[in-house]
């Protein structure tokens, strides 16, 4: 808002075009900016007042801060490479517990596979055997009606007794491949277990040597964001010193003993002001009193 426009919207207010709202938006957003620029103004210049005493509380803290956040800054530096090394140190770790234990795992999985086809050749020996079961009974029981109806020794009675003989050797083989695979079943179960057992051992001792480094890792975690909080938290107080000193230094801009910082930022100095003056303009026309702290 510069004068100029003051002056059409003072006019227009005349003719009863006014509009408060939108000034009072524009007033508080270029005030947010006014604050924000003095904080600016204050970072920029706050080396330069050690002559101004009335600043010397601003200026002494901020000297000694400076110094606490390059320490913090060095800080977060070492601790960003120590984090970086554990990283590193727990990749490798883990890239050493793949390759010590790669072949156990791939003996396991074999080893789960033969004991996945012995299960399967398992169900289909019982299948097979409850089928021959089931035609035995059948057999039987018409050789049963045969006999009881008297028909004598008939070839159909011997075939049915010769169909017999054959389905009962077929299921003591049954039986027998059964109880094999049963036995193959629990053999491989066993060596099954035991695998589990040396690569969990191998993977215990592993984890024994990288306990040091997730400890490592850790702590560099801990101690990593403890000095960001403390580093934010000063950076915090530094801003309030630095905007103290931009609003002096723009209150008091035109004094002679303000006038070497002053020509180095003339600039921004004259940004603000207009800035300001902008927000007073545009407070009048909100219908707000000026504020003499302003």
Do not use: C
Not at 279 to 289: F, M, S, T
């Amino acid at each position: 808002m510069t004068q100029t426009r003051y002056f059409i919207w003072r006019t227009a207010q005349t003719f009863g075009i006014a509009m408060r709202r939108r000034h009072a938006t524009h007033a508080a957003a270029e005030f947010h900016l006014f604050r924000e620029a003095e904080e600016v103004l204050g970072q920029l210049a706050w080396a330069e007042t050690e002559h101004i005493d009335e600043l010397s509380v601003e200026y002494w803290n901020l000297r000694r801060m400076s110094m606490k956040q390059k320490e913090l800054v060095s800080e977060i530096e070492v601790a960003n490479g120590d984090l970086q090394k554990s990283q590193d140190q727990r990749a490798e770790l883990l890239g050493i517990v793949v390759d010590r234990t790669k072949h156990l795992v791939e003996e396991r999985e074999e080893m789960k596979e033969v004991g996945e086809r012995l299960r399967s050749e398992h169900d289909v020996l019982i299948s097979d055997a409850r089928s021959i079961r089931r035609h035995h009974e059948g057999i039987k029981a018409k050789l049963e009606v045969l006999i009881a109806e008297g028909s004598g020794d008939t070839p159909e009675i011997a075939a049915s007794k010769e169909e017999l003989l054959k389905l009962k050797k077929q299921f003591k083989s049954l039986r027998e491949r059964r109880d094999a695979v049963v036995a193959e079943i629990e053999s491989s179960d066993r060596s099954l277990n035991d695998m589990e057992s040396r690569i969990e051992t191998k993977r215990s001792s592993i984890r024994g040597e990288a306990l040091g480094s997730y400890q490592n890792l850790g702590k560099a975690n801990r101690d990593l964001s403890q000095t960001r909080l403390e580093l934010n938290s000063l950076e915090g107080q530094m801003n309030g010193f630095f905007a103290e000193v931009g609003r002096y230094i723009l209150a008091r801009h035109r004094e002679p003993a303000l006038s070497k910082i002053t020509s180095r930022h003339h600039g921004l100095i004259k940004q603000i002001s207009a800035l300001g003056l902008s927000i007073r303009l545009n407070r009048r026309l909100a219908g707000e009193k000026d504020d003499p702290s302003f």
